[in-house]
Protein backbone atom coordinates (compact mmCIF):
# COMPACT_ATOMS: atom_id res chain seq x y z
CA UNK A 1 0.00 0.00 0.00
CA UNK A 2 2.55 2.15 1.12
CA UNK A 3 4.16 1.98 -2.65
CA UNK A 4 1.32 2.42 -4.73
CA UNK A 5 1.17 5.89 -2.47
CA UNK A 6 4.65 6.74 -3.04
CA UNK A 7 3.87 5.35 -6.94
CA UNK A 8 0.94 8.50 -6.90
CA UNK A 9 2.50 10.72 -5.11
CA UNK A 10 5.46 10.62 -8.17
CA UNK A 11 3.19 10.95 -10.58
CA UNK A 12 1.18 13.60 -9.30
CA UNK A 13 4.48 15.87 -8.85
CA UNK A 14 5.50 14.19 -12.38
CA UNK A 15 1.87 15.75 -13.93
CA UNK A 16 2.27 18.83 -11.98
CA UNK A 17 6.17 19.67 -13.08
CA UNK A 18 4.63 18.97 -16.95
CA UNK A 19 2.09 21.27 -16.55
CA UNK A 20 4.34 24.00 -15.36
CA UNK A 21 7.33 23.13 -18.51
CA UNK A 22 4.23 23.27 -20.84
CA UNK A 23 3.19 26.57 -19.40
CA UNK A 24 6.54 28.60 -19.63
CA UNK A 25 7.47 27.40 -23.24
CA UNK A 26 4.47 29.02 -24.59
CA UNK A 27 5.57 32.30 -22.94
CA UNK A 28 9.15 32.13 -24.60
CA UNK A 29 9.82 34.59 -27.46
CA UNK A 30 9.27 32.49 -30.98
CA UNK A 31 10.56 34.13 -33.86
CA UNK A 32 10.74 33.78 -36.98
CA UNK A 33 12.18 36.52 -40.39
CA UNK A 34 10.44 36.49 -43.97
CA UNK A 35 10.17 39.12 -46.45
CA UNK A 36 14.58 39.50 -46.21
CA UNK A 37 15.88 41.60 -49.06
CA UNK A 38 19.03 43.66 -50.50
CA UNK A 39 18.96 45.87 -52.94
CA UNK A 40 21.98 45.36 -55.12
CA UNK A 41 24.35 48.63 -53.66
CA UNK A 42 25.08 51.33 -56.09
CA UNK A 43 27.75 52.56 -53.78
CA UNK A 44 31.39 50.41 -53.42
CA UNK A 45 30.83 50.73 -49.52
CA UNK A 46 27.49 50.64 -47.78
CA UNK A 47 23.97 48.51 -48.72
CA UNK A 48 20.49 48.31 -46.99
CA UNK A 49 18.91 45.35 -45.73
CA UNK A 50 15.46 44.84 -45.02
CA UNK A 51 13.59 42.08 -43.59
CA UNK A 52 9.81 41.16 -41.05
CA UNK A 53 10.46 39.80 -37.78
CA UNK A 54 7.37 38.01 -36.17
CA UNK A 55 7.52 36.88 -32.90
CA UNK A 56 4.31 34.85 -31.87
CA UNK A 57 5.80 34.70 -28.64
CA UNK A 58 4.37 35.85 -25.39
CA UNK A 59 7.84 37.10 -24.17
CA UNK A 60 9.55 39.99 -26.37
CA UNK A 61 12.96 39.87 -27.23
CA UNK A 62 15.31 42.74 -28.87
CA UNK A 63 17.74 42.58 -32.05
CA UNK A 64 20.92 43.69 -30.57
CA UNK A 65 22.98 43.77 -33.14
CA UNK A 66 23.61 42.02 -36.65
CA UNK A 67 26.50 40.56 -38.27
CA UNK A 68 27.14 39.46 -42.46
CA UNK A 69 30.76 38.51 -43.75
CA UNK A 70 30.30 40.71 -46.62
CA UNK A 71 30.98 43.95 -44.12
CA UNK A 72 33.00 45.39 -41.90
CA UNK A 73 30.18 46.10 -40.01
CA UNK A 74 25.80 45.83 -40.10
CA UNK A 75 24.40 48.63 -38.08
CA UNK A 76 20.80 48.85 -37.17
CA UNK A 77 18.99 52.25 -37.94
CA UNK A 78 15.82 54.12 -36.97
CA UNK A 79 13.80 56.58 -38.92
CA UNK A 80 11.27 59.17 -36.83
CA UNK A 81 9.84 61.75 -38.68
CA UNK A 82 11.66 61.62 -41.78
CA UNK A 83 15.46 61.15 -39.84
CA UNK A 84 17.35 57.95 -39.67
CA UNK A 85 19.57 57.50 -36.18
CA UNK A 86 21.71 54.32 -35.72
CA UNK A 87 20.36 52.52 -32.47
CA UNK A 88 22.02 50.05 -30.04
CA UNK A 89 18.25 47.76 -30.61
CA UNK A 90 15.02 47.33 -31.76
CA UNK A 91 12.35 45.44 -29.72
CA UNK A 92 10.43 42.95 -31.12
CA UNK A 93 7.19 42.64 -29.34
CA UNK A 94 5.64 39.53 -27.80
CA UNK A 95 2.72 38.61 -30.00
CA UNK A 96 3.98 41.13 -32.74
CA UNK A 97 6.15 42.36 -35.35
CA UNK A 98 8.67 44.50 -36.64
CA UNK A 99 9.40 45.53 -40.13
CA UNK A 100 12.81 46.80 -41.90
CA UNK A 101 11.35 47.93 -44.78
CA UNK A 102 12.23 51.01 -47.58
CA UNK A 103 12.11 54.60 -45.80
CA UNK A 104 11.51 53.00 -42.55
CA UNK A 105 13.79 51.63 -40.18
CA UNK A 106 16.56 49.03 -41.82
CA UNK A 107 19.92 47.37 -41.65
CA UNK A 108 23.02 49.50 -42.98
CA UNK A 109 25.88 47.06 -44.48
CA UNK A 110 29.18 49.22 -44.38
CA UNK A 111 32.57 48.72 -45.37
CA UNK A 112 31.74 46.21 -47.57
CA UNK A 113 34.80 43.75 -48.49
CA UNK A 114 32.60 43.03 -51.71
CA UNK A 115 29.79 44.55 -54.12
CA UNK A 116 26.74 41.42 -53.43
CA UNK A 117 25.28 41.80 -56.62
CA UNK A 118 21.52 40.75 -58.24
CA UNK A 119 20.93 36.97 -58.18
CA UNK A 120 23.31 36.38 -55.10
CA UNK A 121 22.57 35.82 -51.67
CA UNK A 122 23.91 37.21 -48.43
CA UNK A 123 24.12 35.39 -44.86
CA UNK A 124 22.98 37.52 -42.14
CA UNK A 125 22.76 36.89 -38.91
CA UNK A 126 20.44 38.50 -36.29
CA UNK A 127 21.51 38.64 -33.07
CA UNK A 128 18.96 38.46 -29.94
CA UNK A 129 18.78 39.45 -26.64
CA UNK A 130 17.09 36.27 -25.72
CA UNK A 131 16.89 33.76 -28.38
CA UNK A 132 20.36 33.85 -29.62
CA UNK A 133 21.48 34.19 -33.14
CA UNK A 134 18.77 33.45 -36.39
CA UNK A 135 20.73 32.90 -39.70
CA UNK A 136 18.98 34.45 -42.55
CA UNK A 137 19.98 34.32 -46.53
CA UNK A 138 19.54 37.57 -48.03
CA UNK A 139 18.79 37.51 -51.43
CA UNK A 140 19.89 40.51 -53.42
CA UNK A 141 17.30 42.16 -55.73
CA UNK A 142 17.86 45.03 -58.49
CA UNK A 143 18.40 48.39 -56.94
CA UNK A 144 14.62 49.33 -57.74
CA UNK A 145 12.53 46.14 -56.52
CA UNK A 146 9.60 46.82 -54.92
CA UNK A 147 8.54 43.92 -52.52
CA UNK A 148 4.56 43.26 -52.72
CA UNK A 149 4.15 44.51 -49.02
CA UNK A 150 2.26 41.61 -47.78
CA UNK A 151 4.22 40.77 -45.39
Known amino acids: ?18 GCGSGSGSSAAELSVSSAYMPQPVSDSMAAGFLTITNKGGTEDELTSVTSDVAGSVTVHETVDGTMREV ?23 KLKRKPLQGEKVTVELHFAH ?14 YTPDNGN
Open 1 to 18: MKRSAARAAALIAALVLA
Open 88 to 110: DSLEVPAGGRIRLASGGDHLMFE
Open 131 to 144: SGTVEVEMPVESAT
